[in-house]
C-alpha cells in the first residue's frame, strides 16, 4: 500500500510546492521505517503542525513526531526561491567548483542547518511532551550527484552529532535522498 502511495516531486517550473517535497518525504520514510522495524506497524499518520505528522502504532503508546525540512545552506535557499516558477534556470550548488572533501562539508553544513532550523521547542509545540523526535530531510542540498550515499551518511552522523551536543532533543534525522534511498542517523540514550 505505500508503495502505491509513492509520487515524484515534480521540478521547478513544473509547479513544485512544498507540499510535494513533505509528501514524498513522509511515504519514503514510513517505507523506510516498515522495513527497519515492521512491528511498529500498522500506525495512524495524523497530518498537523508543529510538528508536520504523529506517528501513533496500534500496538503501542509511543508517539513519534516527525517536523519535515530540507537540506539547503541560506544562499541556497534565496536562489531556489528566485527560480521558483521560473520554466529554466542554471545552477551549480554553493557556485560549484567543489572537489573531495568540500562537497562533504556543504552537505553536512546544509545537514547541520536543516536540523538546527528544527531543534526549538516551538517546531514540536502540539507533540505529547513524551513523543520521540524525528526530523526527515528532502535532500535540496544540490550536492547529489556528487557525493554518493556512504558519503552522505558520514555527513548526515556528523551534522546530527554536531545538533545534539547543541541540543540533545532530536532522536532521530533521516536524509531522502530518492525512492529507496533514505539514510538515517539516530541518538542512542
Known amino acids: 500500500m505505500?508503495?502505491?502511495m509513492r509520487r515524484p516531486v515534480p521540478a521547478r517550473g513544473e509547479g513544485r510546492r512544498a507540499g510535494h517535497r513533505e509528501h514524498f518525504a513522509i511515504v519514503?520514510?514510513?517505507i523506510f521505517l516498515h522495513q527497519a522495524c515492521p512491528a511498529a506497524f500498522p500506525l495512524t499518520v495524523e497530518k498537523g503542525e508543529a510538528p508536520d505528522f504523529l506517528l501513533r502504532p496500534a500496538r503501542s503508546n509511543r508517539t513519534s513526531a516527525v517536523e519535515h525540512t530540507e537540506t539547503t545552506v541560506e544562499a541556497d535557499q534565496h536562489f531556489e526561491a528566485k527560480a521558483d516558477g521560473a520554466t529554466s534556470f542554471?545552477?551549480?550548488p554553493g557556485g560549484g567548483g567543489w572537489t573531495g572533501s568540500q562537497i562533504i562539508a556543504h552537505l553536512?553544513?546544509?545537514l547541520l542547518?536543516?536540523?538546527r532550523?528544527?531543534?526549538a521547542d516551538s517546531r514540536w509545540r502540539n507533540a505529547p511532551a513524551d513523543a520521540s523526535r524525528m526530523v526527515p530531510m528532502y535532500d535540496a542540498s544540490g550536492v547529489e550527484l556528487h557525493a554518493d550515499d556512504v558519503q552522505a551518511a558520514q555527513a548526515l552522523r556528523g551534522a546530527f552529532w554536531a545538533a545534539n551536543q547543541e541540543t540533545p532533543a532530536l532522536r532521530?534525522?533521516?536524509l531522502v535522498r530518492g525512492m529507496?534511498?533514505?539514510i538515517a542517523a539516530k541518538a542512542y540514550a
Open 2 to 4: 505505500l508503495l502505491g
Open 28 to 30: 519514503e520514510l514510513l
Open 90 to 92: 542554471a545552477w551549480s
Open 108 to 110: 553536512e553544513e546544509a
Open 113 to 115: 542547518l536543516a536540523l
Open 117 to 119: 532550523r528544527k531543534a
Open 172 to 174: 532521530q534525522a533521516f
Open 180 to 182: 529507496d534511498r533514505v
